[in-house]
């Protein structure tokens, strides 16, 4: 009975949107039936029915209505009940009126609409204890890929309550072109089985809803989000001559002399630190520093105090120093200066 229900339900899927028809969104009286208060994609539907086929796990409520419906049947035939209830009828032929009045708590997500940072925290409610959560962000930078913000301990759980740390950027280290603020959508699912850690990967807007789908969409939120930035560094850079009275202010990548010892100095805490050498753009030196930072050279005839001194710089040339914002991240604008050490 359940193998019939489930091909006349991808009939009907594929005569309203052809092979697509799996990632659609399945007509609201169907879901209804299902127990959904919204729709939900064919997928979702499909893997629901298949349940009935587990052994020993109990008849989703509105298994015998939605079956009934699909194979044209009353809801109290006896083949329906025997080979569908298993004992559990009397669940199953629940009224809709009833199904409705006991229905899921609302499914509830706040996301901040605007972050000073690129990270952030999703906290909300599942519509049922045995959910599971699952939060993507889809930066706005043109590629329309989703990241699932998804790790060990992420998202957090208790009971129904979840929280979710996010981070507005692109773990795979290609840069977005677009300048703060860079708004980002945040999509926030109630899963009936757990997103898998191992699924780490961006995913492009069909993939996701397949993916979704495979695990049991009950619940779908949609909200936006975008990174402002404040400028709270101020940085400067000054050096034993020509900046030691007047330090640069601007980060505009030119080439300037400059006589070491060079101090990058800026408003506020601890941030990522880049230098490059300026002729094949290799990488030198990566990490965070603290506001106060010296860079010198190896063989200088003025000493240095050690305990300030970020880079020794082993001859003179021209290099490439970049300052970010916190630690380095991939929605942040750079400040960067192209120096030569006289």
Partial sequence: MTERAIEELKRRGKESWGAIYYSQLAPLDLCRLAGRAHQVQYGALISWLKRLDETPRAVPIGAIELVAHLVNVAPDDSELTTHVARGEASVGRRSTLERLAQQDSKFEVNCPSVVHDYRFVVVGELPRPDLHPAVFVQPQDGTGYWYPQVARHNPLRAGRAFACFVQLGNPVGIWHVKRPPLDAKVRVFALENAWSTDLSERLHDEELTKQTALLGVVGEKDTLTCRISTDPLAPSLRDSAAFAEHPIMHHEPRAIFCAPPLILDWKGGATYVEIRDGEGDQLLFQGTAAP???????????????????????????YRVRLYPGIKSFVDPMYEWWIELA
């Fill in 292 to 318: 106060g930072m010296m860079l010198t050279l190896r063989a200088q005839d003025q000493p240095a105090d050690p305990t300030v001194v970020l880079y020794e710089f082993v001859e003179r040339g021209r």
